[in-house]
């Protein structure tokens, strides 16, 4: 039977990506939205390009909703094996102009949602001596990022939360891992005007952006057998733009 892997936020660039690739690699994947109406045509592009993704709306940042698509998956699915937590948005400004409510919106989004999902996931992944959790972070919250205190504060966050529940499963047979990718050549990034990307670019010391294929690759290596020895990790993957 093909194990079951959750990718939260799993629609944009880098998670259709990592959709993708975990369906290649033989798991029966399943994704979150949102917005209600972006999902239709999302599974039928992807479906077009032989691809059978599953899509549950979810409010990522109310816990009772988390708990609602859990029931859900494990009676829809099965037992979830693998857990992607790559929800995020941003809602950039300086400190002295940051609003309490985008303060809030982006630790929600991008930070409890990681308590949220994982929580109604990882007793199981324990019980059956198998499971990995990868915690999608960034860059910016390895270093930091001029008008961005709330995103960088959340996906930090991140890896703190990987660090603690590594060693709390370790021993029961589940990983617990954080990806800080870089800057990365999705649909969002490739709308920013060519002269303000020619001088991020100008940053990054292999001088290219990141494909989403990449970041997916490193997911399925952290999500199969061979990465059992593998826990608690903070991976970049940024070009050589930072290392820690």
Known sequence: MAKVALVTGGMGGIGTAICRKLAD?????????????????????????????????????????????????NSELGQVDVLVNNAGITRDASFKKLSKTDWDMVIGTNLNSVFNISKHFVDGMADRG?????????????????????????????????????????????????????????EMVMAVPEDVRNKIIANIPVARLGLPEEIAGLISYLASDLAGFMTGANLAINGGQHTC
């Open 25 to 73: 690699d033989g798991f029966k994947v399943v994704t979150t939205y949102s917005k209600p109406g972006k999902e239709t045509s999302w599974l039928s592009d992807n479906q077009a390009a032989g691809y059978h993704f599953h899509a549950y709306e979810c409010d990522v940042t109310d816990y009772s909703a988390c708990a609602a698509l859990a029931e859900k998956i």
């Open 130 to 186: 198998w499971g990995r959790v990868i915690n999608i972070s960034s860059i910016n919250g390895q270093k930091g990022q001029f008008g961005q205190t709330n995103y960088s504060a959340a996906k930090a966050g991140m890896h703190g939360f990987s660090m603690a529940l590594a060693q709390e499963v370790a021993k029961k047979g589940v990983t617990v891992n954080t990806v800080s990718p870089g800057y990365i050549a999705t």
